[in-house]
């Protein structure tokens, strides 16, 4: 079968998880050389770090060489080779693209003296980090910008970033080898995909399964699918998890099909948090399959595959089978862009020129296309679906919002973040907060006052909560009078 694999075959492993960056941040004190391939780094008065790329465009593989100088009383003594080469997979239009990749870096860690040598413990540190990014250096304004990671902007931005903590957006992908309190929710279980799909039998690895329950995240949390009754034991990997909880997790798996090109496949079955267990995934309820892959869920390819990977993440670029510089979720970067200069220029002015959203040329029409880019955009709805407005729409909220005379008639000055904090997660705002966000301005002469309930049901009547498949609601954004 097409989706049998070799799981010892590291052409099937998910790519090395990004380490900690932290260590990084307390040593790497002053950028002396910056380069897209050549950078020289001081970490403290005795180590002086050198790191060295180069590409290999035939192999598409990077070669990383990292060099270490030690230096006392001011004089360098010796250089020491950390790592003579990392090889990675790169983009195979690196060469062309010209731009460096996440920075890779290394880090000391303070003295752990071995038999009283003094000999210092080298770390070898990579970010930005998909789960705790940090800046590396403070790029040359020479160099394009580029990521710096989410814990960069906590620096200045703590209550953002402790808000956007608590967001959907912050957790809205995962990686299944380090989320064991996911794999757990399907690990052990059984659930029937129905007449022509079998029931799915699901199982973590024996060393997850003893792990799982515990405080301790592990990096082996490998979830696999069977269907007995058709393919036998033969284990269908499972490999992502998309969603926040809050409403439900649905799995993905990428695969590579018979023309080699990559593809992915959205698993039959989500976990859902209002039912506290498995049922079909949204979707998928009238599927037939076409083949015995199809038998595990539906395939999603070329640009339907790569936009629903891009708008669960901040940086993910999808080939081989794999996903490279992964930064999953929707953090800071992924709406303001990438923010290295904006560190730069921060921490050398009390007040740093207007980024992203503080720039003048921000606007309305700026903010719901960049919103719509992912929440969907009329242009994305068939012309007999705007007509008739199916509920299903109320999922894609800039469409209904699009049509609203409150929209319409606010010249321009109506947008997403007038209701919605951007960083702030949607269930921790008060009904009464909502309430009067419409009451802002349906309480002076020149706004509709409502005849019925002039300070209170606003969102009941006029916004109310449409239920859709597996028992999910959304509220209908087209703001209006609804017929009875």
Known sequence: MGFKRDL???????????????????????VTFDHPFVRI?????????????????????????YLL???????????????QSDERPVDPSFTEKNKATPEQTIAVEPSEKDSGSGRETIKNVEGPDSNDESLISQKSTQTQPHLVGKKVCKECHADNF????????????????????????????????????????????????????????????????????????????????????????????????????????????SWYTGQDGLNITPGHSKSVPADGLELFGNISRGDDMNKCIDCHTTSAEIYDEQIHNLIPSVNCEKCHGPGSEHVRLARLQSEPPAYSVGKDDWDTESE?????????????????????YPDLLVRFQPVGFLRSRCYLESNSELRCTTCHGPHESLHEVSKETHIQNCLNCHTTPEHTICPVSPKDDCIRCHMPAMEQEQGLTFHDHWIRVRDQ
């Open 8 to 30: 010892n075959d590291p052409k099937t492993q998910q790519p090395d998880r990004l380490r900690d960056f932290r260590q990084c941040n307390e040593w790497l004190t002053q």
């Open 41 to 65: 780094f001081r970490f403290n008065s005795r180590f002086t770090g050198i790191r060295i790329e180069s590409v290999d465009p035939r192999k598409k593989l990077k070669r990383l060489h």
């Open 69 to 83: 100088i030690a230096s006392i009383a001011g004089t360098s003594i010796g250089l020491l080779v950390l790592r």
């Open 162 to 269: 402790r808000m956007h903590s608590q967001h959907g957006h912050a957790h809205t992908f995962h990686v299944l080898n380090d989320s064991p309190e996911i794999v757990s929710k399907f690990a052990g279980k059984t659930f029937n995909g129905g007449e022509q799909f079998g029931t799915y039998h699901y199982q973590a690895n024996a060393e997850t399964t003893k792990k799982i329950g515990t405080d301790h995240p592990i990096a082996d949390a490998e979830l696999t699918a069977t269907i007995p009754t058709v393919f036998g034991d033969n284990p269908f990997p499972l490999q992502y998890a998309l969603g926040s909880g809050h409403n439900a997790y649905t799995l993905l798996t990428l695969i590579t099909e018979e023309n080699g090109e990559t593809a992915a496949l959205e698993h039959r079955a």
């Open 368 to 388: 719901i296309q960049l919103c719509g880019d992912c929440h969907r955009l009329p242009k994305n709805i068939s012309e007999k679906e705007l007509r008739e």
